[in-house]
C-alpha cells in the first residue's frame, strides 16, 4: 500500500470545482485511490461528494492511498492536484 500525505492549497478546501477536478483525476488513474483527513474513514477519491464530505479545508493535511500496479504514479498526480490551488 503506498501512501502520501499533502496539504491542501485550494482556498475552498476540497469543494466544488477543486473536489471534481480531483474526482475526475482520481478516476482516470489505473488504481482506486482513497483520501482520508484526520483518522477519518478514508472515502474514495473519484467521488465528489465523498471528497466534500471529508470537510478538507485549506491548509488541512490528507493521506491518500492506493494499492497495485500503478499506485505511486497515481498517488504523486493526485497529490499534485491537492498541492496547487486552482482558484487562482
Known amino acids: 500500500m503506498a501512501e502520501r500525505r499533502v496539504t491542501v ?9 477543486p473536489a471534481a ?21 478514508p472515502v474514495d477519491a473519484a467521488s465528489v461528494l465523498g471528497l466534500m464530505t471529508l470537510g478538507a479545508m485549506h491548509g488541512d493535511e490528507v493521506v491518500l492511498s492506493a494499492d497495485g ?7 504523486d498526480a493526485i497529490a499534485e492536484l ?6 487562482e
Not at 69 to 75: E, N, Q, T, V
Request: aromatic fraction near 0%; charge should be negative; glycine fraction near 6%.
Open 9 to 17: 492549497a485550494s482556498k475552498v478546501g476540497l469543494h466544488a470545482r
Open 69 to 75: 500496479d500503478g499506485a505511486d504514479a497515481a498517488l
Open 82 to 87: 491537492i498541492a496547487t490551488d486552482h482558484d
Open 21 to 41: 477536478l480531483l474526482a475526475k483525476a482520481a478516476a482516470d488513474q489505473p488504481v482506486t485511490v482513497t483520501i482520508a483527513k484526520d483518522g477519518s474513514e
